[in-house]
């Protein structure tokens, strides 16, 4: 059990941010929609159900084992015939959703570094063996640095904490910027109380980034 409040938000966050910080992935759930206007409401009603469902599921789990809990729950479970069939599916399931994952990563880092219409290109094939390259050591690589609960709040704090508190207040900044000369009285109101407001999330967001990184980080040593 966490002995401080800034402990348990610092061991915790990051793995909160990782379930239901997902803002900016979001977007193709958007493009997908039928109707566009029932967005708000479904994505309300998902949140809703899944932290109803983490909810019970971490008071049976912490009810159950309490201090002996693991950061995967199935490691508290013991290796009977079944139990370990639904291991080995998890695992194959994973197996499955890794490269689904990485792929539209890799994308993300193709269009960011090779540029969109560099698929034409002769180098394309060898850049891009470089990519996934460099992409699947870094998962490896973090795959040593802990445990799950110990990754997931640090992939968790640092990059969907920086994607939902740090880059929207930026961006919001930036687009106001660019209208002043179109829009004087956006850029007022934007140099008044939502200024402020939109500097109060991104420091609010530095401080979550930074104290997930330092109690993760502290707790592996």
């Known amino acids: 059990w966490p002995a401080s409040l800034s402990q348990a938000i610092g061991g915790s966050f990051g793995t909160i ?9 979001t977007f193709p759930v958007i493009n997908s929609m039928k109707n566009v206007n029932e967005y708000n409401g479904a994505v309300s009603k998902a949140v ?5 469902v983490n909810v019970i599921f971490s008071i049976l789990a912490l009810g159950f084992y309490r201090e002996d809990t693991q950061d995967l729950v199935l490691a508290n479970l013991d290796n009977g015939p079944y139990l370990s069939a639904l291991k080995l599916l998890l695992c194959v399931d994973l197996l499955f959703t890794f490269p689904i994952i990485l792929s539209s990563g890799r994308q993300i880092l193709e ?6 219409d560099s698929r034409k290109e002769e ?26 609960g110990a990754v997931a709040n640090l992939v968790g704090g640092v990059a969907q904490g920086t994607l939902a508190f740090i880059m929207p207040p930026a961006i919001a900044v930036a687009i106001a910027k660019q209208a002043q000369d179109d829009d004087e009285e956006m850029m007022m109101m934007m140099n008044g109380g939502e ?13 979550v980034v930074a104290a997930v990184t330092y109690f993760t980080f502290s707790e592996m040593q």
Do not use: H
């Open 195 to 207: 200024m402020i407001g939109q500097c109060a999330i991104a420091a609010f967001g530095v401080s």
């Open 17 to 25: 941010c990782y379930l239901f910080a997902i803002n900016f992935l």
């Open 111 to 116: 269009n960011a570094l090779l540029g969109p």
């Open 123 to 148: 180098s394309f094939s060898l850049a891009r063996a470089g990519i996934v390259a460099g992409a699947v050591s870094s998962c490896f690589g973090l795959a040593q640095i802990g445990g799950f």
């Open 48 to 52: 809703s159900g899944v932290w109803i």
